[in-house]
Protein backbone atom coordinates (compact mmCIF):
# COMPACT_ATOMS: atom_id res chain seq x y z
CA UNK A 1 0.00 0.00 0.00
CA UNK A 2 0.78 3.65 -0.55
CA UNK A 3 -0.23 6.90 1.13
CA UNK A 4 -3.12 6.94 -1.08
CA UNK A 5 -4.05 3.53 -2.44
CA UNK A 6 -4.53 1.12 -0.57
CA UNK A 7 -4.31 -1.71 -3.01
CA UNK A 8 -2.20 -4.73 -2.00
CA UNK A 9 1.28 -5.43 -3.80
CA UNK A 10 0.38 -7.10 -7.75
CA UNK A 11 -3.19 -5.66 -7.72
CA UNK A 12 -2.44 -2.55 -10.27
CA UNK A 13 -1.42 -3.57 -13.68
CA UNK A 14 1.86 -2.22 -15.79
CA UNK A 15 -0.77 -0.37 -18.36
CA UNK A 16 -3.01 2.06 -16.17
CA UNK A 17 -5.23 4.35 -17.87
CA UNK A 18 -6.21 7.78 -15.60
CA UNK A 19 -9.44 9.28 -16.03
CA UNK A 20 -9.45 12.75 -13.97
CA UNK A 21 -13.13 11.87 -12.49
CA UNK A 22 -13.45 8.60 -10.31
CA UNK A 23 -16.59 7.93 -11.78
CA UNK A 24 -15.49 7.62 -14.91
CA UNK A 25 -13.18 4.77 -14.02
CA UNK A 26 -16.03 2.97 -12.44
CA UNK A 27 -17.74 3.58 -15.63
CA UNK A 28 -14.50 2.16 -17.66
CA UNK A 29 -13.83 -0.58 -15.55
CA UNK A 30 -17.56 -1.79 -15.85
CA UNK A 31 -17.96 -0.97 -19.55
CA UNK A 32 -14.68 -2.39 -20.87
CA UNK A 33 -13.07 -4.75 -18.54
CA UNK A 34 -13.75 -8.41 -17.81
CA UNK A 35 -13.96 -9.51 -14.31
CA UNK A 36 -13.16 -6.01 -13.00
CA UNK A 37 -12.14 -6.06 -9.38
CA UNK A 38 -11.94 -2.55 -7.18
CA UNK A 39 -8.10 -2.12 -5.93
CA UNK A 40 -8.85 1.32 -4.58
CA UNK A 41 -11.30 3.24 -2.46
CA UNK A 42 -9.14 6.07 -0.59
CA UNK A 43 -10.65 9.62 -0.68
CA UNK A 44 -13.24 8.13 -3.08
CA UNK A 45 -10.39 7.76 -5.61
CA UNK A 46 -11.54 4.55 -7.25
CA UNK A 47 -9.14 2.33 -8.85
CA UNK A 48 -9.95 -1.25 -10.58
CA UNK A 49 -8.00 -3.70 -12.31
CA UNK A 50 -9.55 -6.42 -14.97
CA UNK A 51 -8.56 -7.67 -18.30
CA UNK A 52 -9.32 -6.10 -21.79
CA UNK A 53 -8.57 -8.57 -24.74
CA UNK A 54 -6.93 -10.99 -22.55
CA UNK A 55 -4.63 -8.41 -21.05
CA UNK A 56 -4.70 -7.09 -17.31
CA UNK A 57 -4.76 -3.60 -17.43
CA UNK A 58 -6.02 -0.84 -14.73
CA UNK A 59 -7.64 2.31 -14.18
CA UNK A 60 -7.50 5.26 -11.35
CA UNK A 61 -8.72 7.84 -11.10
CA UNK A 62 -6.33 11.23 -9.65
CA UNK A 63 -8.52 14.03 -9.33
CA UNK A 64 -8.09 17.56 -10.92
CA UNK A 65 -4.86 19.59 -11.53
CA UNK A 66 -1.20 18.77 -11.68
CA UNK A 67 -1.06 18.86 -8.27
CA UNK A 68 -3.23 15.91 -7.42
CA UNK A 69 -2.76 14.02 -10.32
CA UNK A 70 0.95 13.47 -9.50
CA UNK A 71 0.54 11.90 -6.31
CA UNK A 72 -1.10 9.46 -7.95
CA UNK A 73 1.19 8.74 -10.75
CA UNK A 74 4.07 8.71 -8.87
CA UNK A 75 2.60 6.13 -6.34
CA UNK A 76 1.84 3.72 -8.87
CA UNK A 77 5.25 3.96 -10.57
CA UNK A 78 6.90 4.30 -7.40
CA UNK A 79 4.59 1.61 -5.01
CA UNK A 80 3.28 -0.47 -7.65
CA UNK A 81 5.67 -0.80 -10.70
CA UNK A 82 3.30 0.47 -13.58
CA UNK A 83 5.29 1.46 -16.95
CA UNK A 84 2.26 2.41 -19.02
CA UNK A 85 0.32 5.07 -18.07
CA UNK A 86 -2.29 6.77 -20.10
CA UNK A 87 -4.24 9.77 -19.31
CA UNK A 88 -8.02 9.91 -20.86
CA UNK A 89 -9.68 12.99 -19.65
CA UNK A 90 -11.60 16.02 -21.20
CA UNK A 91 -10.29 19.47 -22.94
CA UNK A 92 -11.42 22.96 -24.00
CA UNK A 93 -10.44 23.59 -27.60
CA UNK A 94 -8.21 26.69 -28.44
CA UNK A 95 -8.68 25.96 -32.30
CA UNK A 96 -11.79 26.86 -34.50
CA UNK A 97 -10.93 23.41 -36.58
CA UNK A 98 -10.64 21.30 -33.53
CA UNK A 99 -14.73 20.28 -32.97
CA UNK A 100 -16.09 19.16 -29.61
CA UNK A 101 -16.44 15.78 -29.45
CA UNK A 102 -13.36 15.03 -31.46
CA UNK A 103 -9.64 13.41 -29.69
CA UNK A 104 -6.57 15.46 -29.27
CA UNK A 105 -3.29 13.04 -28.62
CA UNK A 106 -1.03 15.56 -26.70
CA UNK A 107 2.38 14.96 -28.27
CA UNK A 108 3.37 17.95 -25.71
CA UNK A 109 2.06 19.87 -23.55
CA UNK A 110 2.85 23.29 -21.79
CA UNK A 111 1.80 24.81 -18.51
CA UNK A 112 1.49 27.83 -16.62
CA UNK A 113 2.37 25.54 -13.53
CA UNK A 114 5.14 26.37 -11.65
CA UNK A 115 5.42 22.72 -10.95
CA UNK A 116 8.72 22.16 -13.56
CA UNK A 117 10.09 26.16 -12.15
CA UNK A 118 10.74 24.24 -8.49
CA UNK A 119 12.77 21.36 -10.18
CA UNK A 120 14.92 23.38 -13.25
CA UNK A 121 14.73 26.79 -11.91
CA UNK A 122 15.47 28.69 -14.89
CA UNK A 123 16.14 26.22 -17.25
CA UNK A 124 12.88 25.20 -19.40
CA UNK A 125 11.54 21.13 -19.34
CA UNK A 126 9.11 20.47 -22.00
CA UNK A 127 6.80 17.54 -20.93
CA UNK A 128 6.40 14.94 -24.04
CA UNK A 129 4.88 11.92 -25.02
CA UNK A 130 5.70 8.16 -25.56
CA UNK A 131 6.47 8.27 -29.12
CA UNK A 132 5.68 4.75 -29.67
CA UNK A 133 2.03 5.10 -27.89
CA UNK A 134 1.73 8.62 -29.61
CA UNK A 135 2.05 6.46 -32.86
CA UNK A 136 -0.12 3.49 -31.75
CA UNK A 137 -3.01 5.74 -30.21
CA UNK A 138 -3.20 7.40 -33.70
CA UNK A 139 -3.16 4.94 -36.31
CA UNK A 140 -5.68 3.06 -34.01
CA UNK A 141 -7.87 6.05 -34.23
CA UNK A 142 -6.84 6.77 -38.14
CA UNK A 143 -8.33 3.72 -38.45
CA UNK A 144 -11.50 4.01 -37.01
CA UNK A 145 -12.68 7.37 -38.89
CA UNK A 146 -12.24 9.26 -35.44
CA UNK A 147 -11.54 13.40 -36.06
CA UNK A 148 -8.43 13.11 -35.07
CA UNK A 149 -5.37 15.79 -33.76
CA UNK A 150 -1.56 15.42 -32.96
CA UNK A 151 0.09 18.39 -31.46
CA UNK A 152 0.73 20.87 -28.07
CA UNK A 153 -1.61 21.28 -25.94
CA UNK A 154 -2.08 23.24 -22.17
CA UNK A 155 -2.00 22.15 -19.36
CA UNK A 156 -3.08 25.18 -16.77
CA UNK A 157 -3.48 25.28 -12.74
CA UNK A 158 -6.34 27.53 -13.17
CA UNK A 159 -10.42 26.55 -14.57
CA UNK A 160 -11.34 29.56 -13.96
CA UNK A 161 -9.63 32.67 -15.79
CA UNK A 162 -9.78 36.01 -14.73
CA UNK A 163 -9.66 37.04 -18.16
CA UNK A 164 -11.15 34.78 -20.25
CA UNK A 165 -8.80 35.94 -23.20
CA UNK A 166 -5.87 34.80 -21.80
CA UNK A 167 -6.02 31.64 -23.60
CA UNK A 168 -5.70 33.40 -27.55
CA UNK A 169 -1.68 33.54 -26.67
CA UNK A 170 -1.36 29.79 -26.49
CA UNK A 171 -3.45 29.46 -29.06
CA UNK A 172 -1.54 32.10 -31.81
CA UNK A 173 1.77 29.94 -31.00
CA UNK A 174 -0.66 26.90 -32.62
CA UNK A 175 -1.73 25.03 -29.08
CA UNK A 176 -4.84 22.74 -29.70
CA UNK A 177 -6.37 22.31 -26.25
CA UNK A 178 -6.21 23.31 -22.49
CA UNK A 179 -6.73 20.69 -19.89
CA UNK A 180 -5.00 20.52 -16.25
CA UNK A 181 -2.70 17.22 -16.08
CA UNK A 182 -1.04 16.15 -19.07
CA UNK A 183 2.12 18.15 -18.07
CA UNK A 184 2.61 16.22 -14.62
CA UNK A 185 2.25 13.12 -16.06
CA UNK A 186 4.61 13.31 -18.51
CA UNK A 187 7.20 14.91 -16.24
CA UNK A 188 7.16 12.24 -14.05
CA UNK A 189 7.21 9.59 -16.64
CA UNK A 190 10.52 11.05 -17.76
CA UNK A 191 11.76 11.03 -14.69
CA UNK A 192 11.19 7.72 -14.01
CA UNK A 193 11.96 6.35 -17.39
CA UNK A 194 7.95 5.01 -17.96
CA UNK A 195 5.39 5.45 -21.30
CA UNK A 196 2.95 8.19 -20.35
CA UNK A 197 0.60 9.54 -23.09
CA UNK A 198 -2.58 11.98 -23.03
CA UNK A 199 -5.76 10.85 -25.41
CA UNK A 200 -8.21 13.70 -24.89
CA UNK A 201 -12.15 14.13 -25.80
CA UNK A 202 -13.11 17.78 -26.43
CA UNK A 203 -15.87 18.65 -24.36
CA UNK A 204 -16.16 22.30 -24.38
CA UNK A 205 -15.14 24.79 -26.99
CA UNK A 206 -13.62 28.48 -25.61
CA UNK A 207 -14.19 30.09 -29.13
CA UNK A 208 -17.96 28.91 -30.21
CA UNK A 209 -18.95 28.29 -26.37
CA UNK A 210 -20.53 24.86 -27.32
CA UNK A 211 -20.34 22.69 -24.87
CA UNK A 212 -21.34 18.89 -23.15
CA UNK A 213 -22.79 18.02 -20.17
CA UNK A 214 -21.47 16.86 -17.05
CA UNK A 215 -23.54 13.34 -17.49
CA UNK A 216 -22.10 13.21 -21.11
CA UNK A 217 -18.33 13.74 -20.08
CA UNK A 218 -18.30 11.25 -17.15
CA UNK A 219 -20.45 8.64 -18.89
CA UNK A 220 -19.82 8.81 -22.81
CA UNK A 221 -16.62 9.69 -24.83
CA UNK A 222 -16.18 5.33 -25.47
CA UNK A 223 -14.40 6.05 -28.39
CA UNK A 224 -11.23 7.48 -26.16
CA UNK A 225 -11.22 4.80 -23.72
CA UNK A 226 -11.14 2.38 -26.54
CA UNK A 227 -8.10 3.63 -28.63
CA UNK A 228 -6.46 3.94 -25.45
CA UNK A 229 -6.77 0.57 -24.35
CA UNK A 230 -5.50 -1.11 -27.67
CA UNK A 231 -3.15 1.08 -28.34
CA UNK A 232 -1.93 -0.20 -24.51
CA UNK A 233 -2.29 -4.06 -25.86
CA UNK A 234 1.52 -6.10 -25.96
CA UNK A 235 2.96 -3.14 -24.08
CA UNK A 236 3.29 -5.10 -20.98
CA UNK A 237 4.74 -8.15 -23.33
CA UNK A 238 7.23 -5.47 -24.51
CA UNK A 239 8.52 -4.33 -21.14
CA UNK A 240 8.84 -8.05 -19.93
CA UNK A 241 10.82 -8.82 -23.07
CA UNK A 242 12.50 -5.87 -22.79
Known sequence: MSLHLNAQPGQIAETVLLPGDPLRAQHIAETFFENPVQHNTVRGMLGYTGTYKGQRVSVQGTGMGIASSMIYVHELITGYGCKNLIRVGTAGSYQPHVHVRDLVLAQAACTDSNINNIRFGAKNFAPIA???????????????????????????????????????????????????????????????????????TISDHLITHEETTADERQLTFNGMIEVALDAALGLETESQQG
Not at 137 to 166: C, L, P
Not at 168 to 174: C, I, K, L
Not at 180 to 196: D, I, P, S
Open 130 to 200: DFSLLLRAYQIAQERGFATHVGNIMSSDTFYQDEFQQFQQWADFGVLAVEMEAAGLYTLAAKHGVRALTIL
